[in-house]
């Protein structure tokens, strides 16, 4: 019997009502973990697909969308990072593409080991290695705790949360981007997930309500990713550097151009255009 998985982040929503389904070629893991349900399977199209709490999390097919625009944006537009914290990430994605800039640290704190530990296992490509890098910090705890007390300093901080459901809220508070800012070292750049504004716009309308008051500069960038349903997601960014959200292309194509990095969706030109905001989007901002 063919089996569908379909995507619950809509389905009951009595505002919306819509659901993105895929056909469950293979079950490859399906548990309780300790913090949410994660199952892992094969669809013919899209190669190995993660969901968490009914949440499509990742896929093998699309994967290289997301990560190299949450990565590569922030540490261009920096310019001299040496020190990145990823907070959740747990499929190595965002690891991946945050190491293969040579200078750069990491430390990753996620809170689900069973995510890492199934990743590496049914995603090896996320990570390519990542985890086993010596510059790779891993630490299994919550993200709002660990930014709460770490003595560290990051040029740029990562949130590859999942939605503010379940273990992710609070990464979606006041309190937590307070205290990135406290993390971050001077005119450092502050990264976060932030949802598809086409079903999910008041969370762009709150994330700017919440994480403003703590940053001299705060907007967004947006990326579309085909399995997070809706058209663009949205990537809520924060500095006291006005400057960096503002490079011109000249200035990140010499960055791009003397990293040698080879990209799969990146560019100068998406990264420039990126922050261009649609006006449904801009009309959801103060
Ligand atoms: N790119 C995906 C997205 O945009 O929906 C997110 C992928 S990643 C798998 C999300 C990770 O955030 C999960 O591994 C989850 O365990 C982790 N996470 C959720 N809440 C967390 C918290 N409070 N602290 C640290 N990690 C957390």
Not at 223 to 246: H, I, Q
């Amino acid at each position: 019997m063919t089996r569908w998985i379909g995507e619950s982040l809509y389905e009951n929503d009595p505002k919306v009502g819509y659901q993105q389904r895929f056909r469950a070629d293979k079950v490859l893991f399906e548990e309780k973990t300790e913090h949410q349900d994660l199952i892992i399977f094969e669809n013919a199209f899209f190669g190995r697909v993660m969901a968490l709490d009914g949440v499509i999390q990742t896929t093998d097919k699309d994967e290289f969308i997301y990560h190299e625009m949450i990565s590569h944006v922030p540490i261009f537009a920096h310019g001299n990072v040496k020190n990145v914290l990823i907070i959740g990430g747990g499929d190595g994605g965002v690891l991946r593409e945050v190491l293969r800039h040579k200078d750069v640290d990491c430390t990753m704190v996620e809170i689900d080991a069973s995510v890492v530990e199934m990743s590496k296992q049914y995603f090896p490509s996320h990570s390519a290695g990542a985890f086993e890098n010596p510059r790779c910090n891993l630490v299994i705890a919550d993200g709002l705790k660990f930014v709460k007390e770490t003595m560290d300093r990051f040029d740029v901080i990562i949130v590859d949360s999942t939605d503010p459901i379940g273990p992710g809220e609070v990464l979606f508070t006041s309190e937590f981007y307070a205290d990135c800012h406290r993390c971050l070292s001077m005119g450092g750049i502050l990264v976060t997930q932030n949802g598809v504004p086409f079903f999910q716009g008041e969370e762009v309308s709150v994330t700017q309500e919440r994480m403003s008051p703590h940053y001299l500069d705060m907007s967004f960038y947006v990326v579309a990713v085909p399995t997070y349903v809706g058209g663009f997601m949205t990537l809520a960014w924060a500095s006291d550097n006005e400057s960096l959200r503002k490079l011109s292309l000249e200035d990140v194509r010499s960055r791009f151009d003397a990293s040698g990095l080879d990209t799969h969706y990146y560019s100068p030109e998406v990264h420039i255009g990126a922050f261009g905001l649609p006006r449904y989007i801009q009309k959801l901002l103060k």
